[in-house]
C-alpha cells in the first residue's frame, strides 16, 4: 500500500470510508475539511492506495502540552475499507502514525474508540496500546 497525504480530489473515497466507520454524511463538507486540515500545520492527514485507488484513511494531530516536554499525537480517524481488512493495512497505517509522531517528538499517542468497536479494541492492543478507562465527552 502507498501512503501519502490526502488530496480534496480523495474526497469521495474518504466518505465511504467514513461511512464504514460510522459517519455519515461527510459528503456535503469533507472536500473542504480536507482542505483546511491540509493547511494546518498539527494535522497528518494521510490515505492508502492500492493500485490507484484510495482504500485506507488516518487522520492525526499533533497537540502541544503544558505539563510535558514534547506534545502528544492524537490519532482522530483510522479506517481500512472492509473488504482489505485483516491484510496488515491498518498496521502500516499505525506504522506510518507512529514515525510521524516521533518525527514531531511526540512522547505518546492516544486515540478514542467507542465500546463497539471490539475488532478495532483487538487491533490496537496488538499494536501494543493500553486501555485507558476514563473518557468525557461533552457535545457543544
Not at 10 to 21: G, H, K, P, R
Not at 80 to 109: D, K, M, N, P
Request: hydrophobic share 40%; charged share 20%.
Amino acid at each position: 500500500m502507498k501512503i501519502r497525504p490526502a488530496q480534496p480530489e480523495d474526497s469521495e473515497a474518504i466518505v465511504v470510508l467514513l461511512d464504514q466507520l460510522g459517519y455519515p454524511g461527510t459528503g456535503k463538507f469533507l472536500c473542504e475539511r480536507i482542505k483546511t486540515l491540509a493547511a494546518y500545520p498539527g494535522e497528518v492527514l494521510v490515505v492508502g492506495e492500492e493500485s490507484g485507488c484510495v482504500i485506507a484513511v488516518m487522520s492525526m494531530s499533533i497537540l502541544p502540552q503544558l505539563a510535558t516536554p514534547g506534545p502528544f499525537a492524537q490519532i482522530n480517524y483510522l479506517c481500512v475499507l472492509q473488504e482489505f481488512r485483516s491484510s496488515g493495512l491498518g498496521r502500516q497505517l499505525e506504522e506510518y502514525a507512529v514515525t510521524a509522531a516521533e518525527a514531531r517528538g511526540c512522547g505518546w499517542i492516544v486515540l478514542h474508540s467507542h465500546s463497539r468497536r471490539t475488532d478495532a479494541h483487538r487491533f490496537y492492543i496488538r499494536q501494543g496500546y493500553e486501555e485507558s478507562p476514563k473518557y468525557f465527552v461533552k457535545k457543544l
